[in-house]
Every structure is written in structure tokens, then in C-alpha cells.
């Protein structure tokens, strides 16, 4: 228990308090949801259906061919995954059931990766359940328009430019409605949830359940290893559905394109309880054999290793030593950990010693300064007869520095130290310039490159007005380090001094690189919109 003995100590006590409520309060209801779902199909009788549903490994044959599937257009499929569109630009591909459902409420698991290169993807992934089979290369997420039964919309592309992708939407059709691109389906969908499915960690889930007219899409963000950690995305009452429907996946790409690859596609029927599917007795006589054969299959292989290990020993060594090249996936992640911070710990080692060589020279300057200023003062009081001796002029002493020089020094640095500051904020100036002009590019309603001469005249304009001021800045920097008041010309204390010409063309290089930056980023980004 926390005693209140000061004000500051209960005023903390009493927010630590409210934040163990808060999160109590959050797992009590994540815990009810969970029970809800569990409940709900508490007592109903699952089946997995082998012939709506695919899997690795093997999930596809020698042949290229999916068992009791079909797939076309850009659509690619191989033993662990089916591509069902590739990360290339106008790629449209499916994959369909050959036969239709025979029964009425179902389950489906997804597990998928929508992945790309760029901050924005397209055009995303659909779910399908339709009386027909729809195309290979459609127009709505690479299937047909105007369908016949549910479309579960994993849309990546923000058309509407409302800020509200990556999106999952619900949309029931009558196969008389075309879908709305330009809104991206807002005003058909039956329920959504705003959840981003790109470039995860780990595969993301999705799972699609209808029983009752009732339609429930669970979705696991991939953030986690946990196959069990799903969150409520939608939930629909009084869906009508049609009968016996094709299941089918199906994904596009546009201007902008990632990999949309899924991996496990699992079916089941489900069964109200007291109704057992046809064929209850053939599936445990089936998988008894099955295991029976199975176990003769590994007692005759495992005696034949040992009769190989018998005849063979010298085999059997090599074999042993070349298990140990080979490295498990645990082993692969370490390796890659430790990799990590061992690079991590030489670049804080390098910028370690960068740092005291540089402390180093601070220190060897500032001694080398005050012990010429004390060398100095010691010739100028110190000599005999100095009492009524005038002082030594400044700068008569060979080889010292006198305090006069010092100041001036530090006058001249302190100057170059506020033209840097000058050139620092002309380049903070250009890249907000560049910056403005991007978002009013990437803000255009019809996606198109607006015409952007007028910005980037003004940004040249300030650019030449900049280095004006900076040529200006330096020039006065370079009379005030050859008056004649500072008497000879004063050598660099470190040695390591940058001339005039060298610190402006250092700067017009930067500049220009810039400014060349922003432009190519401009016209790039404004060119990888997708059109409808």
C-alpha cells in the first residue's frame, strides 16, 4: 500500500494507482471479448474440409498444380506459399476452388504477408466467397466486378486521399453493383476496421467465420509469434449469404506494388450440435490404418540406419561432422543478434576514440595557448630592470602567441561559427521548401504531378539570394583575418584550418546535392501514383 506522508508522494501514489486500474480494466475486457468469441461456437461441431484448403509443405505439385484448386493470371505457386501477386507494377492473379461448398455455415483461416519496399503499397489482397468463380484479372483486387455473395477487402491504396489505409472491409454484393474505387468502396461496405497488415515481423491472420447469418473477421497483426493473439475486427448480424460458393483468393498491383503471398488457406464446416456430418466412422478407421503404417514405415527405416551404421562406421563419422556445418533456425536468429550488436559496438567504440582524439586536441591547444601567454608575461615582468622599462610591443616576442592574438582568434572562429549557423538554417529553409512542395504534389485529388515550376523558381531565387549572403559572410570574414589589425597574419593553432574557397565549395556541393535530392523525390513519388 502507498502512505501518503507528502502531497507530491500521494499525488504520485494516486496515478500509479489509476494506471493498474486502467490496465486491469483493459485485460477484463480483452479477456471478455475472448470468452465471447470461444463461446459462441461453444458446442458446434468443426470438420476440416482437405478439398477448400491448402497448406505447406507440398502445397503445390511437381506439376506446378494446387490440389482441388486453380489459379491464373500473375498468380504464382510453389511448395511453401502462393504468390498470388508479385511486387510489380499492373500484376492482377487469383486462385479458386474447382468445386463449390457443400454446406452452409464455414470457418476460414488466412495466413498471408502483404510486403514492399515503399512507405505506400498496392492495391492489396480480397477475400471471396461468390456463386461464381470470378477472373484472373479483374478489376476490382484482381477479380471480377459485380460478384455474387461476400468480398473481405485487405486494401493497402488511400484513392480517396482520406488518410484511412491500410483498410479491411466487408462488402456483400447482389452481383448487381459495381464496386466504388474512387470512394474505395466506403459507401458499399458492410463493416470495417482501420488495421495495417504491411511489412510485419511476423505473417499476419485473418480469420473469417459464418454461422447464423452472423459473420465475424478476426485479425492477428503479426507483431507477435502467438497464433492465438486475434483482436475483434468486425462483426455482422442477419448476413444472407448464398448457397454452395466458390472460396477464392485474389490480389492486384498498380503504380505502386508489394508481394501479397499467402500461405495456409484452412477450411472447416461448421455443424450445429447434434448434427454429425455423413461420414463420421470412415475418417478414425482411415487414420488408424494410416498411423499403423506409419509406425511400420519408421521401425523398418530405423533399422535400417542401424544395419547402415554397422556396415559403415567410417560413413557414418562423416555424416556426424557434416550435420555440425548446418545451423537451425534458433541458431540463425542468435547468430544474426549477436552479429547486430557486435557492429553496434564498433561503431560506439569508433565514435569513442573519434571523440577523445578530439578531446585530445582541445586539450593539447588550450595548454599550448596558456603556456605561451605565461612565457610571455614572465619576458615582459619578470626580466631585470623591467620595473621602469617600457613594455615589450605586442607581437615582438618570435614564436608566442600574445592575448590580443588569442581574442582575435576567437573572434574569427566565433564569426565562422555564425556563418555555419547562417548556412545551417538557408538549408533547413530549402528542405521545408522542398518538403511544402512534395505534400501539395502528394495532396492532388486526381493523383497526377502538378506543374511545379513557380516553386521551384522561388526555391532557386532563395538559394542564389542564400549564397549571396554566404559569399557576403565570407568576405567580410576574410577582411577581418587580414587587417592590419590583427599586425602579421596569425598561424592555424591545430594545423588543421579550412580555407575560404574550400568551405564554399563544400557548402555548394551540399546544396546542390540538396536540392537534387528533393526534386528526384518529387518527381518519383509523384509518379508512382495509381490511376483507376
Given at each position: 500500500?502507498?502512505?501518503?506522508?507528502?502531497?507530491?508522494?500521494?499525488l504520485?501514489?494516486?496515478?500509479?494507482?489509476?494506471?493498474?486500474?486502467?490496465?486491469?480494466?483493459?485485460?477484463?475486457?480483452?479477456?471478455?471479448?475472448?470468452?465471447?468469441?470461444?463461446?459462441?461456437?461453444?458446442?458446434?461441431?468443426?470438420?476440416?474440409?482437405?478439398?477448400?484448403?491448402?497448406?505447406?509443405?507440398?502445397?503445390?505439385?511437381k506439376?506446378?498444380?494446387?490440389?482441388?484448386?486453380?489459379?491464373?493470371?500473375?498468380?504464382?505457386?510453389?511448395?511453401?506459399?502462393?504468390?498470388?501477386?508479385?511486387?510489380?507494377?499492373?500484376?492482377?492473379?487469383?486462385?479458386?476452388?474447382?468445386s463449390?461448398?457443400?454446406?452452409?455455415?464455414?470457418?476460414?483461416?488466412?495466413?498471408?504477408?502483404?510486403?514492399?519496399?515503399?512507405?505506400?503499397g498496392?492495391?492489396?489482397?480480397?477475400?471471396?466467397?461468390?456463386?461464381?468463380?470470378?477472373?484472373?484479372?479483374?478489376?476490382?483486387?484482381?477479380?471480377?466486378?459485380?460478384?455474387?455473395?461476400?468480398?473481405?477487402?485487405?486494401?493497402?491504396?488511400?484513392?480517396?486521399?482520406?488518410?484511412?489505409?491500410?483498410y479491411?472491409?466487408?462488402?456483400?454484393?447482389?452481383?448487381?453493383?459495381?464496386?466504388?474505387?474512387?470512394?474505395?468502396?466506403?459507401?458499399?461496405?458492410?463493416?470495417?476496421?482501420?488495421?495495417?497488415?504491411?511489412?510485419?515481423?511476423?505473417?499476419?491472420?485473418?480469420?473469417?467465420?459464418?454461422?447464423?447469418?452472423?459473420?465475424?473477421?478476426?485479425?492477428?497483426?503479426?507483431?507477435?509469434?502467438?497464433?492465438?493473439?486475434?483482436?475483434?475486427?468486425?462483426?455482422?448480424?442477419?448476413?444472407?449469404?448464398?448457397?454452395?460458393?466458390?472460396?477464392?483468393?485474389?490480389?492486384?498491383?498498380?503504380?505502386?506494388?508489394?508481394?501479397?503471398?499467402?500461405?495456409?488457406?484452412?477450411?472447416?464446416?461448421?455443424?450445429?450440435?447434434?448434427?454429425?456430418?455423413?461420414?463420421?466412422?470412415?475418417?478414425?478407421?482411415?487414420?488408424?490404418?494410416?498411423?499403423?503404417e506409419?509406425?511400420?514405415?519408421?521401425?523398418?527405416?530405423?533399422?535400417?540406419?542401424?544395419?547402415?551404421?554397422?556396415?559403415?562406421?567410417?560413413?557414418v563419422?562423416?555424416?556426424?561432422?557434416?550435420?555440425?556445418?548446418?545451423?537451425?533456425?534458433?541458431?540463425?536468429?542468435?547468430?544474426?543478434?549477436?552479429?547486430?550488436q557486435?557492429?553496434?559496438?564498433?561503431?560506439?567504440?569508433?565514435?569513442?576514440?573519434?571523440?577523445?582524439?578530439?578531446?585530445?586536441?582541445?586539450e593539447?591547444?588550450?595548454?599550448?595557448?596558456?603556456?605561451?601567454?605565461?612565457?610571455?608575461?614572465?619576458?615582459?615582468?619578470g626580466?631585470?630592470?623591467?620595473?621602469?622599462?617600457?613594455?615589450?610591443?605586442?607581437?615582438?616576442?618570435?614564436?608566442?602567441?600574445?592575448?590580443?592574438?588569442?581574442?582575435?582568434?576567437?573572434?574569427?572562429q566565433?564569426?565562422?561559427?555564425?556563418?555555419?549557423?547562417?548556412?545551417?538554417?538557408?538549408?533547413?529553409?530549402?528542405?521545408?521548401?522542398?518538403?511544402t512542395?512534395?505534400?501539395?504534389?502528394?495532396?492532388?485529388?486526381?493523383?497526377?504531378?502538378?506543374?511545379?515550376?513557380?516553386?521551384?523558381?522561388?526555391?532557386?531565387?532563395?538559394?542564389?539570394?542564400?549564397?549571396?549572403?554566404?559569399?557576403?559572410?565570407?568576405?567580410?570574414?576574410?577582411?577581418?583575418?587580414?587587417?592590419?589589425?590583427?599586425?602579421?597574419?596569425?598561424?592555424?593553432?591545430?594545423?588543421?584550418?579550412?580555407?575560404?574557397?574550400?568551405?564554399?565549395?563544400?557548402?555548394?556541393?551540399?546544396?546542390?546535392?540538396?536540392?537534387?535530392?528533393?526534386?528526384?523525390?518529387?518527381?518519383?513519388?509523384a509518379?508512382?501514383?495509381?490511376?483507376?
Open positions: 500500500m502507498c502512505q501518503i506522508k507528502m502531497s507530491g508522494t500521494g504520485l501514489c494516486s496515478y500509479r494507482f489509476s494506471q493498474i486500474v486502467v490496465i486491469l480494466l483493459v485485460l477484463v475486457d480483452l479477456r471478455h471479448v475472448q470468452a465471447n468469441v470461444n463461446n459462441h461456437l461453444a458446442g458446434v461441431h468443426r470438420r476440416f474440409e482437405y478439398k477448400y484448403s491448402f497448406k505447406p509443405p507440398y502445397l503445390a505439385q506439376d506446378g498444380t494446387v490440389p482441388f484448386w486453380e489459379y491464373g493470371g500473375n498468380a504464382i505457386a510453389s511448395a511453401e506459399s502462393v504468390r498470388v501477386a508479385p511486387s510489380m507494377r499492373s500484376q492482377k492473379g487469383a486462385i479458386w476452388t474447382k463449390p461448398t457443400n454446406f452452409d455455415w464455414w470457418d476460414v483461416e488466412i495466413v498471408f504477408r502483404v510486403s514492399g519496399r515503399g512507405r505506400i498496392a492495391d492489396g489482397l480480397a477475400f471471396w466467397y461468390t456463386t461464381e468463380k470470378g477472373d484472373y484479372n479483374g478489376a476490382v483486387f484482381g477479380s471480377s466486378d459485380r460478384w455474387n455473395g461476400l468480398g473481405l477487402f485487405f486494401d493497402s491504396f488511400d484513392n480517396d486521399n482520406k488518410h484511412n489505409n491500410p479491411i472491409m466487408a462488402v456483400v454484393n447482389d452481383g448487381t453493383k459495381a464496386f466504388d474505387h474512387q470512394n474505395d468502396g466506403t459507401t458499399q461496405l458492410l463493416s470495417g476496421c482501420l488495421r495495417d497488415f504491411r511489412n510485419k515481423p511476423f505473417p499476419t491472420r485473418a480469420r473469417i467465420e459464418y454461422y447464423n447469418n452472423v459473420l465475424t473477421v478476426l485479425f492477428h497483426n503479426g507483431m507477435t509469434n502467438n497464433n492465438e493473439d486475434y483482436e475483434m475486427c468486425l462483426r455482422a448480424d442477419g448476413v444472407q449469404l448464398p448457397k454452395n460458393g466458390f472460396f477464392g483468393i485474389s490480389a492486384a498491383t498498380g503504380g505502386l506494388a508489394d508481394d501479397h503471398d499467402v500461405f495456409h488457406f484452412l477450411t472447416s464446416s461448421l455443424h450445429p450440435p447434434g448434427q454429425v456430418p455423413s461420414d463420421p466412422v470412415k475418417v478414425p478407421e482411415n487414420s488408424e490404418k494410416l498411423t499403423q506409419y509406425k511400420e514405415y519408421q521401425e523398418k527405416l530405423d533399422k535400417q540406419k542401424q544395419e547402415y551404421k554397422k556396415e559403415h562406421p567410417d560413413e563419422k562423416d555424416d556426424d561432422e557434416w550435420e555440425e556445418f548446418f545451423e537451425s533456425e534458433n541458431q540463425r536468429e542468435l547468430r544474426q543478434i549477436w552479429q547486430g557486435s557492429q553496434i559496438f564498433e561503431q560506439l567504440r569508433d565514435l569513442s576514440r573519434k571523440v577523445d582524439e578530439v578531446i585530445g586536441r582541445q593539447n591547444t588550450l595548454s599550448l595557448v596558456s603556456r605561451n601567454a605565461g612565457a610571455a608575461v614572465q619576458q615582459q615582468v626580466a631585470p630592470g623591467s620595473a621602469g622599462a617600457p613594455p615589450v610591443a605586442t607581437g615582438t616576442v618570435s614564436g608566442t602567441i600574445t592575448r590580443p592574438e588569442v581574442d582575435l582568434v576567437v573572434a574569427n566565433n564569426a565562422l561559427l555564425a556563418t555555419a549557423r547562417e548556412i545551417r538554417t538557408l538549408i533547413g529553409e530549402i528542405q521545408a521548401r522542398a518538403d512542395i512534395i505534400k501539395n504534389q502528394q495532396r492532388a485529388p486526381t493523383a497526377q504531378v502538378q506543374a511545379a515550376g513557380y516553386d521551384i523558381q522561388s526555391v532557386i531565387a532563395e538559394m542564389r539570394d542564400g549564397m549571396n549572403q554566404v559569399k557576403q559572410g565570407m568576405a567580410h570574414v576574410g577582411q577581418k583575418l587580414g587587417s592590419p589589425q590583427a599586425g602579421s597574419q596569425i598561424a592555424c593553432p591545430t594545423g588543421n584550418c579550412v580555407g575560404i574557397t574550400l568551405f564554399l565549395s563544400v557548402t555548394v556541393v551540399q546544396l546542390l546535392l540538396v536540392f537534387l535530392y528533393s526534386f528526384f523525390k518529387s518527381r518519383s513519388e509518379q508512382a501514383k495509381k490511376f483507376y
